[in-house]
């Protein structure tokens, strides 16, 4: 076998390609896409992934519940999102066709396993006539492919029983598509070795399956062509594919070495955040503490115990997790202590759709605790972005003494990318120190500790850990005396407290980036956020969290069809960043795409009174480049309407999309 | 949780008290408590900056604004969670916390077994008065059933816990009863459940004068005190009474029961022995009085030497740093494949 395509096949240059496998669960799809993507990242291509599996432990076997799917898009040049629509659809069984055929363009390609299409399975998955033979995929180019027979028959010199033979189906169809995408294959290989040793029944049966799905694909006269995709030109350096969990978690451990403080996560498993949980307990190395707390409340509560002594204090969790820990969160405003509490969202309310994305938790971030407790929040845009948030979370909680609320999602946790892997010098130094002498003398002339002396800057109060000696003190949830820290129910005091509270809070906002405007149409700013000239775009998109890609994809789209569009993209969400009012009264419209309700809108129109329009979507997955570029330019034809006065409303030109724009 | 380990300091009750004044009704059980632990802290040599008071909600929460050392109040029954995170973070603390009965076996259930069951190096201090007094007067997890109450005007229907059975119940490896009218018996108990490596548990009575007064006057009486208190003494054949006249025996079927020594004879006797590993005669002892108006056992129940979690951490982390080595940062990210673009 060989990497290179063989004369009997055409092989066509494409500049990408969307894949999906789709099979039951049981059928190892998310290790085949893994692997797929692996292989692509050796290869150059720039990619982004979307796993999407059921929350179901064990739905039954063949059902349209079980069905699990990974999707890939490779590209020769920077891409943004794992794509709309697939180009391949890898169907292993009856239910996986089912699910996954809607969004296939018509053209796309379908490759079956025609051993899965018995009558039991056509039953389970619902369908009534064989999909294969009555017309359904009359409009897909569909490779009918009896993958599990010849598994079997690939795997028949290791001697593995049929039973476990038929298991490495998912390496044959891995092997089909490396050869469809001419993917290098010792990268595959060598990744069975390392795996599962090099003779193991299941390495060996693996293998072998693999290299017949490879092999068939070269050899049966059924392919017309296969594809190259060419390296994309990322800008140099090393470079890992990382998802989202794995990266936050990592700049949680990085975080703790530039504050040079000993991490403490205290966590309570839940989907789908507890692949941090698990990986900084692997980590031990780093001197990490890991807590698997009781419940919710005492993740939370052991962090901020942790973090009262002087360490990283660190909670993850989802949803939840989170309405259970707003009290403790009130607790370490009012204890004013660091404290970095991390929501990856999922699609609420309640249990929800625990493995489906959703941005809807910003309000709940934002305002989710009695009492004036503004916290700040940061969040992540892309699977890479999580490792710098979770710094910049740790940097702002430091700093300020302040429970950060750090947001990401499920589409973030799972998804991968490429991720270029920063060197040590490019990271900053978020160390802070502790207080080490007395800073007050109190009436009889000691010299005593005061918590709540603040400084003039940032208002943050002054830090003593407890081991300190001559600086004890007590602090509470109780309102405290201003400086003194005493308990005080003194009513001026306490709306002095108030709005010291959260004028520290306001203030991060000089301590933040401004906000860079993407508009190309501006010649002045050049894009650098300069606003107020006459030549910027007719509308801004203003995105936050794991829409960045799809939302660029779809401004850079609008762009190519020669629309004016400017785009940013907000990282702090509270406080905002300082020129955002500035940028938003500079463009006659804003558009913010969002995976809820409009929670941005709601915080953008009670800031800055802009009356900006929302494109919602709350389907548990990620908002489709396509779709937002259909919201963009229904916004755009709107206001021709308006200047050509046709009468003609944008909503009714652009249609299937009247339950979005408002 | 055992001493720190620099050297012994002296100092006096007054250097342990803070300047602000103890808010509780006068009378109230919470002040001889308080008085108790800061004559104790000087005999132990301890230093107060290494000491940490850490409560959660209800009168025994205020406890850590009048100590002269560190202190954090909380909310409510949270304070087991974020003490086992304080001393994770750092072992080289001494960290007391001080609950009562609602915060730590009502709200703060969860957490109060789950640090127990983990046997980290906390001392747990709970003041049990048997009612919800910052609240003004509802029936707690422990007042007995059909107890009269605001919030029970015609008698709560609520079974009571038994503290002292529920942490054995949990796995702690240090539990002990004593009660706010002897504070030589605090002293000794606080001493014990400090130099305790481990989660010790400590039951107060404490009498809240205000909302339940006298709900241990039974038991803790100064006349009624030789008949109703069961001295654990380690090692000692268990009996009380004005001369000593009775005992407790186990039966054949493991129950035990209270005898006339003179009838069974001293050999007869259960001989209290705090450190066996096996909880069931600890438990049985728990059991023994139905309620604070019976013969009730006091001391220590259980005394028994388990590795704490702290340490198991610690060791955890030691042993993953030898096989790896100290943890790079570099090296981390470089973990999974890596490619390069010039
Ligand atoms: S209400 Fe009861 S427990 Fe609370 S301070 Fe008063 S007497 Fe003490």
């Keep these: 076998m060989s990497s290179t395509t063989t004369s009997e096949h055409e092989s066509k240059v494409v500049d990408r390609a969307i894949i999906r496998f789709a099979g039951d669960s049981g059928d190892g799809m998310q290790l085949a896409g893994d692997r797929f993507t692996e292989a692509s990242a050796f290869a150059g291509n720039d990619l982004a992934t979307f796993p999407d599996y059921p929350a179901e432990i064990r739905a039954p076997a063949g059902t349209t519940a079980g069905v699990s799917a990974f999707q890939v898009q490779i590209s020769d040049h920077d891409i943004l999102t794992p794509g709309d629509a697939p180009n391949v659809l890898v169907a292993m069984n009856p239910a996986a066709l089912k699910v996954n055929l809607h969004e296939l363009p018509p053209g796309a390609v379908v490759v079956v396993n025609t051993d899965a299409f018995d009558q039991r399975n056509l039953t389970k998955a619902g369908y009534t006539s064989n999909p294969l033979d009555d017309g359904t995929l009359a409009q897909y180019k569909v490779y009918e492919v009896p993958i599990t027979s010849l598994t079997l028959e690939a795997c028949k010199p290791t001697g593995a029983k049929p039973r476990d033979a038929e298991r490495s189906k998912n390496f044959f169809a891995l092997g089909l598509l490396s050869w469809m995408y001419s993917r290098p294959i010792e990268v595959t290989l060598n990744w069975i070795d390392k795996r599962f040793g090099t003779d193991t029944l299941v390495g060996q049966a693996n293998k072998l399956a693999f290299s017949a799905g490879y092999n068939f694909g070269e050899t049966a006269e059924l392919f017309e062509a296969n594809y190259e995709v060419h390296a994309a030109h990322l800008p140099p350096g090393t470079y890992t594919t990382v998802s989202g969990n794995t990266a936050l978690a990592w700049g949680i451990i990085a975080a703790g070495e530039l504050a040079k403080r000993t991490v403490f996560l205290g966590s309570y498993p839940i989907t789908p955040a507890s692949d941090i949980l698990h990986e900084l307990s692997k980590h031990k190395e780093f001197g990490i503490k890991t807590l698997q707390a009781e419940d919710e409340i005492a993740g939370v509560g052991s962090a901020l115990g942790a973090a009262y002594g002087g360490a990283l204090g660190v909670t993850t969790t989802s949803g939840p997790g989170l309405d259970l820990k707003a009290e403790t969160i009130g607790l370490a405003v009012s204890l004013e202590l660091p404290l970095i509490v991390v929501d990856v969202q999922r699609a609420g309310p309640s249990t929800g759709m625990p493995t489906k994305t959703e941005q809807a938790d910003l309000l709940e971030a934002m305002y989710g605790r009695h009492g004036e407790a503004q916290v700040p929040v940061v969040a992540a845009k892309s699977p890479g972005h999580c490792f710098w948030a979770a710094i910049e979370a740790a940097r702002i909680a430091l700093k300020y003494r302040t429970p950060v609320i750090l947001l990401s999602d499920a589409y973030l946790a799972n998804g991968s990318e490429p991720w270029r892997i920063p060197e040590m010098s490019e990271l900053p130094d978020i160390s802070v120190s502790n207080a080490t002498e007395p800073n007050h003398t109190d009436n009889k002339g000691a010299k005593v500790f005061w918590p709540y002396v603040r400084d003039e800057a940032t208002l943050a109060r002054q830090w003593a850990l407890p081991g300190t000696p001559g600086l004890e003190h007590r602090i509470g949830g109780l309102e405290k005396e201003d400086g003194s820290g005493h308990v005080s129910y003194d009513p001026v005091n306490h709306e002095t407290m108030v709005r010291l509270r959260s004028a520290k809070i306001a203030g991060i906002v000089n301590d933040i980036p401004r906000l860079e405007v993407d508009d190309p149409s501006d010649p002045v700013s050049g894009g650098n956020g300069k606003a107020g000239e006459q030549s910027h775009a007719d509308l801004l998109v203003l995105s936050w969290g794991s829409t960045y890609g799809s939302v660029l994809g779809a401004v850079r789209r609008v762009r190519a069809r020669g629309h004016r569009v400017a785009h940013a993209h907000l990282v702090h969400l509270n406080p905002f960043p300082s020129n955002l009012g500035e940028i938003l009264s500079a463009y006659p419209k804003v558009l913010v795409p969002e995976i809820n309700l409009g929670q941005l809108a709601k915080l953008i129109r009670a800031e800055f009174l802009v009356d900006v329009r929302s494109f919602n979507k709350v389907q548990g997955i990620p908002l489709k480049v396509h779709e937002v570029e259909e919201a963009i330019l229904s916004v755009i034809s709107e206001e021709d309407a308006v200047v050509l006065g046709n009468g003609k409303s944008a909503k009714e030109e652009v249609p299937g999309e009247e339950r979005a724009v408002r | ?342």
Aim: aromatic share 8%; charged share 20%.
């Design chain 2, 1 to 342: 949780m055992t001493m720190s380990m620099t050297e012994s300091v002296t100092t006096t009750k007054k250097d342990w008290a803070s300047d602000q004044e103890p808010r509780w009704c006068p009378g109230c059980g919470d002040y001889s408590i308080l008085s108790a632990m800061q004559l104790l802290l000087p005999e132990l040599g301890v230093e107060r900056s290494r000491t940490v008071f850490v409560s959660g909600i209800g009168c025994s929460a205020r406890f850590p604004y009048y100590m002269n050392t560190y202190g954090a109040h909380l909310i409510h029954g949270r304070a087991p969670a974020f003490a086992t995170g304080l001393k994770l973070a750092r072992p080289d603390l001494d960290v007391w916390v001080v609950s009562g009965d609602g915060d730590a076996l009502s709200i703060g259930g969860n957490h109060l077994i789950h640090a127990m069951r983990r046997n980290v190096d906390i001392t747990i201090l709970m003041f049990n008065n048997e009612i919800y007094g910052l609240t003004k007067g509802q029936y707690s997890p422990t007042s007995e059933l059909g107890k009269v109450t605001k919030s029970s005007p015609f008698g709560s229907l609520d079974t009571p816990f038994n503290p002292i059975s529920l942490a054995i119940g949990a796995e702690a490896t240090f539990v002990a009863r004593t009660h706010d009218m002897d504070r030589k018996h605090m002293m000794e108990v606080f001493r014990r459940a400090h130099d305790h490596k481990g989660s010790a548990f400590v039951e107060i009575y404490q009498n809240c004068n205000v909302f339940n007064n006298g709900a241990f006057e039974q038991i803790t009486g100064k006349e009624v005190r030789a008949d109703n208190l069961i001295p654990l003494v380690h090692g000692q054949p268990i009996r009380f009474g004005q001369n000593g006249e009775k005992g407790v025996t186990v039966d054949r079927y493991g129950r035990l029961r209270i005898v006339d020594v003179a009838e069974v004879g001293e050999d007869a006797l259960l001989v209290h022995d705090e450190t066996i590993e096996d909880p069931s005669i600890a438990f049985a002892l728990s059991r023994l009085a139905r309620g604070p108006f019976e013969p009730t056992p006091i001391g220590i129940f259980r005394a028994v030497s388990k590795p704490d979690y702290g340490t198991m951490m610690a060791d955890q982390i030691e042993k993953v740093r030898s096989q790896k080595g100290q943890g790079e940062l570099a090296k981390l990210l470089r973990s999974s494949s890596t490619w390069t673009v010039d």
